[in-house]
């Protein structure tokens, strides 16, 4: 799912390349539909894809689609490697982003399966002495299932090296963010620590690296010869482009469960075949059917939000699931700086389609065309119904109380007036009022801009996104500060407390 929204010099997705670029596409790589040439068939979509290289200044996109069981077509378009000159095609690895996510609940539910995990018993029991910070309700809430269904209450995060240095590892990272922010299982909140805490129980729990483990048991019986936990050797790889469309240094996160595997189209299409029920001939059962099937369904009451009114998304073991003109969706995205993916599968329509690119880039577009041609029943189709109304924020007078982090704590008030400005002051810096105020979802979110006492984010005034919902008479939630530059795009969280204050 693409998460990083911020307009920063990485990390937002402006459409500019320079005039060394230059688009071609490979020659489809997939056995072709008896019953119709690919080429003459997807002629529509090819065309979408080639406009999108021109009009977005996309480097390259790679694509591949199932039908009854066989990729009925894949092909790359553009440059992998704009200064090598290496033509994308449906066999080069690209940054999944966060569509390493289902692959990482897949693993946990093979262990489930083993009898190495309970996904219903807390954590922190398979993270080898790690401890997690227990601020809004116990962390013994926090279970591999929550996590999977992002309500275990676990704050949005991400760490991104983009200089190309060493990420920091699993004790470092959960034992300064690994934090309940929101009692657990009582609302949905994205959230890569949670898949960081995942990554960590797989290493724990089966004794190996969580990379070896994916490529012994996921990548190799599923036949996905050109996917790995970072770059897979002996393969050429599609390079990431920033905004300005540069060239990226490869990078890596802190949080590799959430973001960190590369794979082809041609692969991701045969991991959505196992999970179709429609394996390729070769491919070994990792998981038991019924394993499969409950990663489908809904693993929380709370609903992922959406855009005002918008169709109902939930979410299984990291697998968001909607439906789609009556017909069930499957599916997840990806995105980070200088990626963007997309895989999702129809159950009943018997259709998949996967999505890669080294740069930002309009995937809707492209799945709306794929799926006019192979399931028009389950094209997205625009909605014209009007937006609902905004909620009022029900909060009054003055809050005061404290942020919490791995470096102590800070006093944090917020004042709210009776014509709905909201002020903030944040330990003793100058008074600030919160920007773009709102109230949905039972949450009250906004941003202001302020300093941070996070050694990592010690760069002068940086926004800061807050997000509290209230429980028992109080407000609780997140605070994550953002920071994008050259070297490093990160989001990092805090825990946030206010009271009333008496009259």
Known sequence: MRIWKQRSSVAAILLVVGASFAPMACAAQASASPA????????????TIEKTLQDAKVPSIA???VQDGRIVWEEGFGWADRERQLRATAHTPYSL???????????IMMLRDAGRIDIDRPVERYLGGLKLTGHAGSSAGVTARRIMAHSAGL???GHFYLDGAKPAGSRETISKFGMTVFPPGTRFEYSNIGMKILDAAIEHVSGQSYGDYLRRRIFLPLGM??????????????????????????????????GDVWASAHDMARFL????????????????????????????????????GAPRRDIGANWILST?????????????PGVSAYMGFYPDQKVALVILANSSAPTGDIAKAFLDIVAPDVAPRRSDAPPPSPQPIPFRGTWTGTISSHVGTRPL??????????????????????GRPAFADGALTGEFTGTSDLPEAKAGPLPHALKLVPVDGELVGQIVVRKTDKDVALMLPGFVRLRPQAD
Not at 237 to 252: G, S, T, V
């Open 36 to 47: 119709a040439d690919p080429q003459h068939r997807f002629a529509a979509a090819r065309a």
């Open 97 to 107: 982003a966060s569509m390493t996510k289902p692959i990482t609940a897949t693993a």
């Open 155 to 157: 704050p949005l995060y």
């Open 225 to 258: 010869a050109n996917s790995a936990v970072g770059l897979p050797a002996g393969v050429p790889a599609a390079i990431r482009y920033d905004e300005d469309r540069q060239p990226m240094r490869f990078y890596l996160t802190d949080h590799p469960g959430s």
């Open 273 to 308: 075949m196992f999970h179709m029920g429609t394996p390729l001939p070769g491919q070994r059962r990792i998981l038991n059917p019924a394993a499969r099937l409950e990663m489908q369904r809904p693993a929380s009451a709370s609903p992922m939000p959406g855009a005002p």
């Open 413 to 434: 008030t917020m004042t709210f007036g009776e014509g709905g400005e909201i002020a903030v002051r944040l330990a003793d810096q100058p008074g600030t009022v919160l």
């Open 324 to 336: 789609v003109g009556g017909h069930p969706q499957v599916w997840h995205s990806g995105g980070q």
């Open 63 to 65: 694509v591949a689609v």
